[in-house]
């Protein structure tokens, strides 16, 4: 049985920085791409960035060179660190698990509770 656990988010003024993290169960991580999610208030799920299981990284524009994202196939987990947040940023940050071939993501569908992030101005 899959099982994705984020934690880290929290409340922090813009500019602060968050570390997210989420360990994986039930998966074959090393071999899996990870991707991270986010869902603010009233809008659509949106894809934040991904790792491939070599590491490769890719992220939306949005937080392209604020963001990234690494991995620790030991611990079998993902991490998001977020640097220079501001409100556009607050949302529930979601990972998934999924697979990376010619710069698609396609990701399963599984998901965790989420981690709440939220950047006071």
């Known amino acids: 049985q899959v099982q994705l656990v984020e934690s880290g988010g929290g409340l922090v003024q813009a500019g602060g920085s968050l570390r997210l993290s989420c360990v994986a169960s039930?998966?074959?991580?090393?071999?899996?791409?990870m991707g991270w999610y986010r869902q603010a208030s009233g809008k659509q799920r949106e894809l934040v960035g991904v790792?491939?299981?070599?590491?490769?990284?890719v992220y939306a524009d949005s937080v392209k060179g604020r963001f990234t994202i690494s991995r620790d196939n030991a611990e079998n987990t993902v991490y998001l660190q977020m640097n220079d947040l501001n409100p556009e940023d607050t949302a529930v940050y979601y990972c998934?698990?999924?697979?990376?071939?010619?710069?698609?993501?396609?990701?399963?569908?599984?998901w965790g509770q989420g981690t709440q992030v939220t950047v006071s101005s």
């Open positions: 790792i491939s299981s070599r590491g490769t990284t």
């Open positions: 039930g998966i074959s991580f090393s071999i899996k791409a």
């Open positions: 998934n698990v999924g697979s990376y071939y010619s710069g698609i993501y396609s990701g399963l569908d599984y």
